[in-house]
């Protein structure tokens, strides 16, 4: 059996598919199991047990230089790749456009979506389930796998960790002061992808200090090297140096170094996902969005929300942001102590 799975990106929604992945697989042991994933994303299932084939898509590379001859051979290489197999199985998690043609693009003899007309991606399927968005995002991709016959799916994150991405996490603390197995540390993601789901950053600067002065435990930031600049900024609002690793991990190597922290504090983002991934407990930080649909899933974390009236509002721009300045210093420390007595209980 051959099946296809379409989830392009973000970050975050792929790891809200992961469960999903590990289904189909003890659903179809002795399947050929492909992963269609966009580039920003595709190391978080790079080497992974479950799937035979990681198939890139680099679109946004593409949009870029549509009309050099290196764009259309790589777009027919991709092409040629997805269609050397006949699918018996298509499932498009994404549901939109850009996945919706490349679900029509593949010889596939069921292509599964969702029964949407959001950028006419329903159009392109031959079977349809209804998409209900008052369910957790991890739930809503489960419901493929109840469709195609297991009522009650588990929940199985798995994001590989071989060898030589446990020792650069290793290596990476370790230059910093940090033995893993032995100096509890805080991990700290500021960032999201929203303007609007960003906090104060002397909210962090603070955060970063209260918990060096009461709990005696060091902090490390972590983003992507497109965020440096703003950690920085962070960084310079503190009295003390701070442990810095943006731009200095994979998304594997992030999540390994994730499975060695006490708690991650973060704003709604890919990097909170991962963690929740890895076992390890969150405070996050909700604004505009609804952590019912995309908070960190399981037991263990601590959402934060203000509680004013217009959230959520799912707004990418507000000249407020109210919901997410509202969110007090003292709070944020307060769940993170929370969960600290919580683990040394």
Same mark, same amino acid.
């Given at each position: ?14 790891? *809200? ?14 399947? *050929? ?21 990681? +198939? ?10 549509? +009309? ?8 027919? @290489?991709? +092409? ?79 994001? !590989? ?18 033995? !893993? ?41 972590? &983003? ?45 983002? &890919? ?28 037991? &263990? %974390? ?6 004013? !009236? ?8 507000? %000249? ?23 683990? @040394?209980?």
């Amino acid at each position: 059996m051959n099946i296809l799975i379409i989830k392009l990106s973000a970050i975050g929604d792929i790891v *809200h598919t992961l469960p999903s992945l590990a289904a189909l697989r003890r659903m179809f042991p002795h399947s *050929h199991i492909t992963w269609v994933i966009e580039e920003g994303a595709a190391d978080l299932i790079a080497e992974h047990p479950h799937l035979n084939r990681v +198939l890139v898509s680099r679109r946004k590379s593409w949009m870029r230089k549509p +009309l050099q001859k290196s764009t259309f051979r790589e777009v027919k @290489e991709f +092409l040629f790749t997805l269609r050397d197999r006949r699918y018996d199985t298509v499932i498009d998690f994404h549901g939109l456009f850009k996945s919706a043609i490349i679900a029509a693009a593949s010889p596939g003899r069921r292509r599964i979506g969702y029964r949407s007309l959001q950028e006419l991606s329903g159009l392109f399927y031959n079977e349809r389930i209804p998409e209900d968005m008052d369910k957790h995002a991890v739930e809503r991709y489960l419901d493929f796998i109840r469709y195609l016959g297991w009522p009650n799916p588990p929940v199985e994150f798995l994001i !590989p960790s071989p060898e030589d991405v446990k020792e650069k996490a290793r290596h990476l603390l370790a230059s910093r002061g940090i033995t !893993p197995e032995r100096d509890p540390f805080i991990a700290i993601n500021p960032m999201a992808l929203w303007p609007t789901k960003l906090w104060r950053e002397e909210g962090f600067a603070r955060l970063t200090e209260m918990i060096g002065e009461r709990l005696n435990l060091p902090v490390v930031f972590t &983003g992507g090297i497109e965020e440096a600049l703003y950690i920085r900024h962070i960084a310079s609002l503190m009295k003390h140096p701070v442990i810095d690793l943006t731009g200095k991990t994979t998304l594997r190597v992030l999540a390994e170094i994730y499975r060695h922290a006490k708690l991650l504090v973060s704003t709604d983002s &890919g990097p909170m996902h991962i963690a929740a991934a890895v076992g390890t407990p969150v405070v996050a930080l909700f604004g505009p969005t609804d952590p019912r649909r995309t908070g960190p899933y399981g037991r &263990g %974390h601590e959402v934060i929300r203000a509680g004013v !009236p217009c959230s959520p509002c799912f707004l990418k721009s507000c %000249h407020s942001r109210v919901c997410m300045t509202s969110i007090s210093v003292e709070e944020v420390f307060s769940r993170v102590e929370k969960i600290i007595q919580r683990k @040394e209980a």
